[in-house]
């Protein structure tokens, strides 16, 4: 068992670039500290293995900043094969600690500089030459930001090059965990720190024999621990199938300088919005779907492709893979990723760059709301594969349409098209289908033919909602987890400005509001509804013209009668200003405005609810008759 002073005497160590980026999220940070801060000062706690691999003079003499220690100072180079999450934390953290020393402190009778020496970075400034005593390998997208952005140094690059990814990404915020951290610590405090990570952390650290096949090392360790994602194993065996192809060095060269930067495109696409990270195998999977096939019936079927199908050691030595067809699926999935990445992210400032569609965003933006379903392989299909925006446009605003009336309002299940729909994103990839196609045969599934009926089925719809109406513990429309989509749908519609074309407005901090109260207290309320039974009160109430859409605190109406709540809602969204008009809020008043959202559904939609009669009965107010015309009146 080895302590950290030991494995840094004599050695400097590199993270290839096989290996994935550093994954260490808060939560392993918490626990890690926790390890730390309960080590008493005469106990060791194992922290984990590292394996390394020594790494051959053909390699090594291609380093320029590190050969001098290596042939100078005899410090041997070792490649990092499992372990490095553990160990990129305590070199992190003991930078962290080292760099919050003044010039003349020390730590355990030991300077500064000369703990940057042996555990940061050491110098030749002879030659101007700078050796990491841990890195990344030059080919890793993290090797430049580890140098700018943790250690502080100057670096090769501009600060405006450097990449940021998700793993860059963890990396900035693990040093930021350990400054809070240590912030307040007495220098004494640090001292004791430094020595618990430096002495009293132990690691089984081993150094692999050179006969083993390291990339498959690589992958078999790397399942400890955090696992690799699919997206992570697939980058190690697209190097390591590289290495065996049958064609010159430097073609080979060639090609895994390739997949290292068509990775940092990935990572950088996954993990450009920080708010909203992408998953790695999730996306690795609608690529699959659209380069190369869906399959229903077998679970993990794209990870079974990948790995014990297609790329695959005996596939290149059959030379049925090869250069040529890694370098075209490498190619697909760095272009695909920046379309996904458009897709989820439809409002940043990158997603038009990418496009240059306000009106495109504008409806993927919708599609977002609503839900994807299993559409996300046949949009990603289409930014791949159409130059027409206005094609793309027309293909999303019927992939909206079928989310929202075919499982949304006619409660279809989950999985309704998406075997076909799945097929047909890989076919309009290849050319085989024309988006045109796509189009017509998502209308077709919609709304169908006048021999044929499509998937929507407002008998659905209203047999979904009769269950919310009568069920003691729901409150019709209330309870339908689109009513908010729909009366945001609605508030566009009534804005005749233009100022909406290509733009909306935040839909996150919007609220349904209902305008008669559930259970009426209030005289006033009590007053206008004081004919009506219990059963009907709760038609009334949870009937969809009795919702409004507020982008303010909720006005409580139980405590609030609609007199008094008219000037709140007058000066509020435009559909609360269309509420503001009524004079009353009672029957006719409910009545009408559900048949004005059922009229705009119509007309959204392209679908038809049945006539009066059907669309009373879908507000489920046919228990009675309108008494009198409803009164306006224009403030």
């Known amino acids: 068992m080895d302590s950290i002073r030991d494995i840094f005497s004599n050695r400097i160590f590199r993270i290839p670039d096989y290996q994935r980026g550093y994954s260490w999220e808060k939560s392993h940070l918490d626990d890690f500290w926790q390890d730390i801060f ?46 490095q999450q553990r160990l990129t934390t305590v070199v992190v953290l003991l ?30 400034k002879g030659q101007n030459l700078k050796s990491y005593i841990f890195g990344y390998h030059k080919d890793n997208p993290s090797y430049e930001f580890l140098k700018r952005e943790i250690f502080e140094q100057k670096g090769d690059l501009k600060i405006k090059d450097i990449e ?40 089984d650290f081993k150094i692999l024999d050179k006969e083993l096949d390291i990339f498959i090392v690589f992958e078999t360790m790397n399942n400890r621990g955090k696992p690799l ?25 060639e090609l ?30 609608n690529h699959w779907i659209v380069f190369y096939r869906y399959e229903r019936r077998e679970a993990e079927y794209y990870a079974n492709d990948i790995f014990d199908r297609i790329f695959t050691s005996q596939q290149v030595f059959r030379k049925e893979i090869g250069h040529k067809e890694i370098k075209i699926y490498i190619d697909s999935i760095a272009e695909a990723v920046k379309q996904w990445f458009v897709i989820f992210n439809p409002s940043h400032p ?9 009106e495109l965003l504008y409806w993927l933006k919708k599609q977002n709301i609503v839900g994807f379903k299993a559409f996300q392989p046949l949009i990603m299909a289409t930014l791949l594969s159409e130059d027409d925006n206005n094609l793309k446009i027309e293909l999303v605003k019927n992939t909206e349409a079928y989310v929202f009336l075919i499982f949304n309002i006619s409660a279809r299940r989950s999985n309704t098209g998406t075997y076909h729909f799945n097929a047909k994103a890989n076919e309009l990839y290849k050319k085989d289908l024309t988006i045109k196609e796509i189009i017509d045969d998502l209308k077709f599934w919609i709304y169908g033919t006048d021999e044929v009926s499509g998937y929507f089925d407002r008998d659905n719809f209203f047999n979904f909602l009769k269950d919310l109406f ?49 259970d009426p207290v209030k005289v006033c309320w009590k007053n206008n509804f004081s004919s009506y039974s219990k059963r009907e009160k709760k038609y009334l109430s949870g009937s969809l013209g009795n919702f409004i859409l507020v982008n303010h605190k909720s006005i409580d109406s139980t405590n609030t009668c609609f007199d008094d709540m008219r000037g709140v809602l007058s000066l509020g969204l435009l559909n609360e200003k269309e509420a503001s008009d009524y004079e009353v809020w009672d029957y006719n008043t409910v009545l009408d405005r559900g048949f004005k959202i059922l009229s705009f559904i119509e007309e959204r939609w392209n679908i038809s609810l049945g006539n009066e009669g059907h669309k009373k009965e879908l507000l489920f107010l046919d228990f009675r008759l309108p008494s009198l015309p409803v009164k306006v009146v224009l403030l």
């Open 256 to 285: 895994r300088n390739d997949i290292n930067e068509n990775w940092k495109t990935i990572y950088k696409y996954l993990g450009l919005n920080k708010e909203r990270k992408l998953d790695d195998d999730a996306f690795l999977q």
């Open 350 to 358: 990158h997603a038009l760059e990418l496009t240059q569609s306000k």
């Open 95 to 124: 930078w962290v600690i080292i760099d919050s020393l003044k010039e003349d402190e020390q730590l355990s009778f030991v300077s500064k500089e000369t703990l940057i020496d042996k555990y940061i970075f050491t110098e030749n």
């Open 164 to 203: 940021e990814t998700t793993y860059t990404n963890n990396l900035f915020a693990t040093k930021d965990f350990f400054t809070k951290k240590i912030k307040s610590l007495s220098l004494q405090d640090k001292s004791n720190l430094f020595d618990k990570v430096t002495k009293q952390l132990k690691f």
């Open 470 to 518: 009568q069920r003691d513990a729901t409150s019709g429309y209330a309870d339908w987890k689109y009513l908010k989509y729909l009366l945001y749908e609605y508030e566009l519609s009534l804005d005749k400005s233009g100022l909406n074309e290509n733009t909306l407005f935040p839909y996150n901090g919007l609220s349904v509001q209902n305008v008669m109260p559930f």
């Open 229 to 253: 994602s699919n997206l992570e194993k697939l980058k190690n065996r697209l190097i390591y199938l590289s290495t065996l192809i049958d064609e010159e060095t430097s073609l080979k060269k």
């Open 38 to 83: 309960n080590l008493q000062k005469d106990k060791v706690h194992y922290t984990g293995m590292i394996s390394v691999e020594e790494v051959d003079k053909n390699e090594y003499g291609k380093w320029k900043d590190d050969k001098w220690v290596i042939e100078g100072r005899n410090d041997k180079p070792y490649f990092i094969v499992d372990g």
